[in-house]
């Protein structure tokens, strides 16, 4: 069974934010929501100075304590080990926020995201184009899904997912400096197998035993 992952090469990234505008608009983010953000750090000392870039997104862990937190059972984790919010169960009740240690789970606000009589951007959707990731309401928790509609139409459709633009996280392509990667962590012929073996990698809060599937090159 595969599981797939992100590979981020932080040595790549200029910090031009392509990937956060896209996954904006391809999962209709809320207004005020980022699930894709980017960190940004200084080092070293004048004229010696080097700025890094660190893009965010849900770790999607083996282990995820958001979904320990959930209440509701709301929080599930796929057999391909994509961690999902199923919004019918959500009740917004934000355990899941406050035990994320990345910060990445986000609240949609009833008050700051839609206005009375406001059709809902799953709403304005042509029906055919629906999607239940895509039926996010105010009073819900929301965060990346690796683009979870693209995988599973191309796995529906018998296609490798990251094969093409459409079965990849919309995040992966637009990216100018070639610096993100999706594939299969089960396939040692995958790119980010290889990529994982070849170089130096890291991942983030490594203590906290979650095992993310989000890996940063250096």
């Not at 660190?54 to 999607?60: E, G, S």
Request: hydrophobic residues 30%; proline residues 8%.
């Amino acid at each position: 069974m595969a599981r797939y992952a992100l590979v981020i090469d932080i040595a790549k990234c200029t910090g031009c934010r392509s990937c956060v505008a896209a996954c904006k608009l391809e999962n209709m983010v809320q207004k005020g929501n980022y699930w894709n953000f980017v960190l940004e750090y200084e080092e070293g000392e004048y004229p010696n100075v080097r700025r890094w870039f660190v893009p965010m997104n849900c770790m999607h862990c083996e282990n995820p304590p958001c979904m320990k937190a959930c209440p509701e059972g709301a929080i599930k984790k796929n057999e391909y080990g994509v961690v999902l919010i199923d919004y019918n169960k959500c009740k917004g009740r934000r355990y899941c926020i406050a035990a994320c240690p990345y910060g990445v789970i986000h609240y949609i606000s009833k008050e700051e995201n839609f206005y009375p009589g406001e059709k809902t951007p799953y709403e304005k959707l042509p029906s055919d184009a629906r999607h239940p990731l895509h039926r996010k309401k105010p009073g819900v928790a929301e965060k990346c899904t690796l683009c979870w509609h693209r995988i599973e139409k191309a796995l529906k459709e018998g296609k490798k997912p990251g094969s093409d633009y459409d079965s990849t996280p919309a995040c992966v392509p637009v990216c100018p400096a070639e610096a993100r990667y999706f594939g299969d962590l089960d396939d040692p012929e995958s790119i980010v197998s290889k990529l994982i073996k070849k170089r130096k990698v890291k991942v983030l809060k490594e203590e906290f035993g979650t095992k993310p599937k989000v890996y940063y090159l250096f």
